[in-house]
């Protein structure tokens, strides 16, 4: 990049010569007061609060919009430019309210600030103020939009971070107003972050609106256990009870930004099915028992299973949002009671090739690298659902280098994106085959042959024009191409060659493979040892000796089950073969920090643990990077750390290895178990032969976890449950084709489905992005408890 000698406040400076005035201030501490200018956004140079005096010019320049040239002079303290900017100032409060004692940004307000430093000490404005009426936009974010002073950093924010323009800035002059085009609400996934970006009190958020003042609030850092990234966190408190969370900035990981999951769950920390001592179950009654009772009772009933029927009656579903020392005393446990059942992969049906998954699900290289190459091919995922802040990165991409994002999707997501014309929505098994055809065409063009297992299934594939389009841009963009392999990938029945077809086409393209698994702390899961084929550290369980998966624990009905932070119905694929295999339970002790009707149905003892939020531990984000975090509360009842629950159970059960005292003493005996592990690895092309799925006759069921019903407490979040992807996680959603076919009115807006000796009646939408014969119901919700994953399903007009 060319250098140019600029003066800054008679400063000489070198400086690259793309870059402009107001980068160049901020990077030699020089203030310039600014509005509507942010490092992540294009610019607008609407507020002109940063004007400037550039020698020679004719008149003051805005800072965010002049590019640095040969020779400029620059004074951002002279008179000329402190008069350009006091007049600014005076301009932008001649509408602005005088309420700053009843407003959420006070104390924290960028006009404030500024104001202080460039205002005057009276107005001369002696006119009526304009008045703007505020209209409700969801959940999510208040109004009071008087107070703006039109930045449209909200605007851009939409346009170019969120993919969707929610808000726009119609009317010209006096008339100009930010709104939505369209009575509807502002929640996509990540619109809430217009609440940090606004810099006035005229967005904020309507959770914590007039409940604390922020120079009262305790601030302390955390990590979100919501998605893969370990977006960091900034969580304020008063008088020990958590008011808000708002990004804490990591340029490497949610740079500045945060999605509205991770920002409002903190509100399942008051629900009313909070479990706040330990209780259990006496005669189908529910009972308050103290904790050296409830200790004791939970491991004899765990010893009771063992002794009764055997170690191998004995398993435990673990959840990925669970610490990594948790989830490995959790499997610590259960393999000292001498069972392998073990499975924290509970939104995957298939596990045929689990021998072949890498030691640590995740990302194959950083964010940064993952995204600049020309081509990412993403298969099996609905990026802005399941990660909406790695969306953002890709959404970014596709816009500034360009890349061309090549989506193979069981269903049409809306990823906001320019369509690529390779990409494309198939049915489950018709998307495998189009994935071997390319496999087929792409060992053609590079000349490779497919080794066994996979050579005659891939042979056995038909190769189109769409087969040939697609495997020519993999062999043009050789060894520039980033895979990512989503959940909705690993929510079908066949995953298993979908996940092999993947490490293929990464393998004859020289691309990189990424697993992104529901789950944050997936990565920590699997290093853990919450597997029933790996131990700790990712050592191999050989043959018969590996536990079984969480489908295969429900359908041999085991005996007894530990619970760690999970409600099996609504946190398993299958809803209702979780709860036909609990049911034949004799012993469940869940450890949970909620007591839902469902759980209390079918445990025997609740042990109430601390959230996230209320303890201390690490999690492993898919980059493998062990991030800390600390209470931010003290946790509320009786509820008690689940570490020090499981430690105490085994010692109760007479177990060795139970001597840690301290949280850290937990860490650093795993971190030596995993130090040795090289957990870079990428799907393994596995030896094991992939069996065919079943064939489904009639209507097929796509499901995966709904984006706020994945975990206990995003289900508890009563903001994020009232938002739109909230309401709709419970509706079925199919083609107007199918429900043709079907004989269904499309303008009905329920449906009866039927499944064995299931009848449902459902609300429903018309989706064209789902395949024929096919129908979309997510999993977790309350529709879909008694629905099956697979089986013989019929739609139905409801009856009159």
Known sequence: MRQVTIELN????????????????????????????HGKLSLAAS?????????????PMPACATPVAEGMKIHTRSPKAIAAQRSVMEFLLINHPLDCPICDQGGECDLQDIAVGYGNNASRYRESKRVVVDHDIGP???TDMTRCIQCTRCVRFGQEIAGVMELGAPGRGEHMHIATYLEGSVDAEISANVIDLCPVGALTSKPYRFSARSWELSSMTSISPHDILGSHLRVDTLRGEVKRVVPAECEALNECWLSDRDRFSYQALTHPDRLLTPEIKRDGRWQKIDWDSALTYAAEGLLGVVKESGSSALGALLSAESSVEELYLAQKLLRGLGS?????????????????????????????????VPLLLVIGSDLTKEQPLLAQRVRRAARELPCEVVALNPIDFDLRLPASPLSQHLAPLVLEGHLAGTVKQLAKLSGSAVAEPHREWIEQASVGTREEALADKLAQQHGQISILLGAHAMALPNYGRLQQLAALLAKLSGASLSLL????????????????HRLAGGATIEGGDAGMSWPQMFS??????????????????????????????????????????????QADLLLPIAPFLESEGTFINGLGEW???????????????????????????????????????????????????????????????????SPSAGLQRLAAAAIYRASPMLRRATALQATQDGVRADTLRLSSATATAAKIDVSATDIELKAADLSLTLNWVVDEGVPPDCFYLAAGSEAARRVPLQGRFELSRVAD
């Open 10 to 37: 008679g400063q000489p400076l070198q400086v690259d010569s793309d870059r402009y005035v107001i980068e160049v201030a901020d990077e030699y501490g020089v203030t310039i007061p600014r509005f509507c200018y």
């Open 517 to 532: 698994p529901t789950g944050g702390n997936s990565a920590g899961a699997a290093l853990a040892g919450a597997l029933p």
């Open 340 to 372: 392998h059942h073990i499975d924290s992969r509970l939104w995957r049906s298939d596990f045929s090739t689990q021998q072949g998954d890498p030691h640590r699900p995740g990302f194959a290289k950083p964010l940064a690298e993952l995204m600049a």
């Open 556 to 601: 041999e009905g085991l005996k007894g089950y530990l619970l760690l932070n999970v409600e099996p119905v609504d946190d398993c694929l299958d809803s209702q073969l979780a709860y036909q295999g609990l049911a034949k339970a004799d012993f469940v002790v869940a450890l949970s920090s909620y007591g839902s009707d469902l759980l209390r149905e």
């Open 627 to 693: 991030q800390s975090y600390f209470a931010t509360v003290p946790p509320q009842g009786e509820s008690k750390p689940a570490w020090k629950l499981l430690r105490v159970l085994g010692n109760l059960c007479d177990l060795a290895g139970f001597e840690q005292m301290e949280l850290c003493d937990v860490t650093a005996e795993l971190r030596e178990i995993v130090s040795p592990l090289d957990d870079s690895d990428s799907v393994a092309v596995t030896a094991v032969s992939v069996a065919d799925p």
């Open 47 to 59: 507020c002109r609060m940063c004007l400037v005096e550039v020698e020679r010019a004719p008149k």
């Open 140 to 142: 999510l974010i208040s």
